[in-house]
């Protein structure tokens, strides 16, 4: 397992189709995610949150940040070539795992 494990990803820009950004028109994502695990060749993504919610606030935070985890699924696919079998929600404060 890795944890705190910095990325930096060269990606084009929002709305326009990566394979058709022009290389030189990137935008750079940087992200730090919390816990990588690898299983069975295939990576896990764990993602912390300290927020303090429960029941269905719950469930409107997991939307938030819905976006923030696809990004950093396609991080670790593209910079590893490995898939992203699972990634996860871990919210201390509510004591919920969360799968997206």
Do not use: C, W
Request: aromatic letters at 8%; zero cysteines.
């Amino acid at each position: 397992m890795r944890r705190e494990l910095a990325f930096n990803l060269a990606a084009a820009p929002r709305g326009v189709k990566d394979a058709l950004a022009d290389e030189t028109d990137r935008v750079m994502i940087r992200g730090r995610i919390d816990a990588l695990q690898e299983e069975g060749g295939e990576f896990v993504v764990i993602d912390y949150k300290t927020d303090r919610v429960e029941g269905e606030g719950l469930k409107e935070r997991v939307g938030m940040y819905e976006g923030q985890v696809s990004l950093y699924r396609d991080a670790v696919e593209r910079i590893t070539g490995r898939k992203v079998q699972a990634v996860y929600l871990a919210f201390l404060h509510a004591r919920e795992l969360v799968r997206l």
